[in-house]
């Protein structure tokens, strides 16, 4: 089992930047691929990207693709989300979520271990 803590949302102006961090605890981190998923008011949650376990393979969301970048250090049991160039329509609640299944792809299922989420909101 592992636990996962994001931090770093907040309030930021369209076309501005954040950054997500997720802690995680537990079992073993390189046992986990680890993905980053929103959920905006009123709509379901949506997949944004995920990594491999060692970090050298990544897939995103169409609509993010070259505005985030999702990292992972795994001497420090951290992952990342790098977001930049942001919009209005980015404004949701970012969890971030491990499991021990990885597929080169958009996940066809559901992934097992979840954060508590952090808000991030970009006025225009």
């Known amino acids: 089992q592992v636990h996962l803590v994001e931090s770093g949302g907040g309030l930021v102006q369209a076309g501005g930047s954040l950054r997500l961090s997720c802690a995680a605890s537990?079992?073993?981190?390189?046992?986990?691929?680890m993905g980053w998923f929103r959920q905006a008011p009123g709509k379901e949650r949506e997949f944004v990207g995920h990594?491999?376990?060692?970090?050298?393979?990544?897939v995103y969301e169409d609509s993010v693709k070259g505005r985030f970048t999702i990292s992972r250090d795994n001497a420090k049991n951290m992952v990342y989300l790098q977001m930049n160039s942001l919009k209005p329509e980015d404004t949701a609640v970012y969890y971030c979520a491990a499991d021990t299944r990885y597929w080169n792809g958009k996940p066809r299922y559901q992934y097992t271990y979840w954060g508590q989420g952090t808000q991030v909101t970009v006025s225009s």
């Open positions: 537990g079992r073993r981190f390189t046992d986990y691929a």
């Open positions: 990594t491999s376990y060692s970090g050298d393979f990544k």
